[in-house]
């Protein structure tokens, strides 16, 4: 029987080691802050630039990842920041052991971890199409984010069980040894991508970032995916910030209430991943995306509408919801980005996508506290899910609307840009579908 990817062993190593680092990775998102709070006396401060670090990198260098990826092969790239994670993240242990471990160098492997982290999901994200091929992308995206949703229930078990039975620091050397799991399985991969085409005249990296946003804006399925995408993250930030406020002030719960109601929530996020194939060939994936947008901000304005007796079940309820509509979305927008970016594009398309929605995530954050602050939590998330809604007129308004599923779409299919300047401005021009 045919494999549904077009390279099924490499694919299976990637898969493999992408799902041992997810579980690493949930690891170390709790070890770490809690070493500093622990064990060397850090504060709220220390915690949330902890958190900074390892996401501020996507909004400011994922176009300058982009154009590396896009110059350098994919496994390379991928191997080098598995090699820079794992040494970084196992310094960690390594001084802890020799007493010198300092908050200080908490927050440089922090930094070097995310800087890294950016350079390797753009190229992962570049590369899966390449294994997957045109066929198997949405399976091969089903298949990462089902590995994602269980290490987040399972990454918090580890991360509780390896923090009380080894220590908080020596903990984290399960995320450092994960990173060497996954360098293993890259290693091993027997693909090898052809040399890149060789310039006869060396082009500036800001000229190639600029024509990864120009492909973005110039293509009408993938600007409205953007806005889409950037709208949703803005709302759901937004949201996100006052779920919590909403649970304990006028819920009224108690921490375990409110982390079974998480706990479930990534019970709808497994659900998704494994369905979101099947529901976009039941709707059409236009149809899709605008349910699990519309969806999504259901799910955030059922908890201003219900009572202090009910707010445990509406924030099961919610998170669940969220968790599913989340996933199926995410999905879609990643494997339909994969499928209609040319193939020399893919580095910074993905690159500059990147910083679009962590920098609206950043800045609905802050939304969320003002919002919070001014209006009042209730009102605060009916707001939000405005927000969230409104990026549903981008499917709807447009080429997306129409298309029926992702394998509609060529590969490839969006602006190309060839390699002088003069080219790039005629395909400007004329190239949106």
Known sequence: MPSLFAFPGDFRRLWIGQTVSAFGDKVSRIALPTVALLGLGGTAWDVGLLAALRFVPFVLIGSVAGVWVDRVPYRKTMILADVGRLVAMGSIPVAYLFDVLALGQLFVVAGVVGVLTVFFEVAAQSCLPVLAGPEGIVAGNERLQTSRAVAEVGGAAAAGGLMQILGTALAILADALSFLVSLVSLMLMR??????????????????????????????????????????????????????????????????????????????????????????????????????????????????????????????????????????????????????????????????????????????????????????????????????CCGAVFVLVGPLRTMRDDASESTGTAVRFQQSPEDARQHLHGGER
Do not use: C, W
């Open 191 to 388: 693909h090898r991508e052809p040399p890149a085409s060789k310039q006869a005249k060396p082009r500036s990296a800001l000229k190639e970032a600029k024509e990864g946003l120009s492909v973005l804006l110039s293509d009408a399925r993938l600007r409205n995916l953007m806005f889409a995408s950037a709208t949703v993250n803005l709302g759901v930030a937004t949201a996100s910030t006052l779920v919590l406020v909403f649970a304990y002030e006028h819920g009224q719960l108690g921490p375990g209430a409110v982390g079974l109601a998480f706990a479930i929530g990534t019970a709808g996020l497994i659900l998704g991943a494994v369905s979101a194939g099947a529901i976009a060939r039941r709707l059409t994936l236009g149809r899709t995306l605008a349910m699990s947008i519309f969806v999504t901000g259901l799910a955030f304005v059922i908890l201003p509408i219900v009572g202090q007796g009910a707010a445990l079940t509406a924030l099961i309820v919610s998170q669940f919801l969220i968790g599913f509509a989340d996933s199926v979305f995410d999905i879609h927008v990643l494997s339909l980005v994969q499928r209609i970016t040319p193939p020399e594009m893919r580095g910074r398309v993905n690159g500059t996508a990147l910083s679009v929605v962590f920098g609206t995530g950043t800045l609905g954050g802050v939304t969320g506290g003002l919002v919070g602050t001014v209006f009042g939590t209730l009102p605060g998330l009916a707001m939000a899910a405005g927000i969230i």
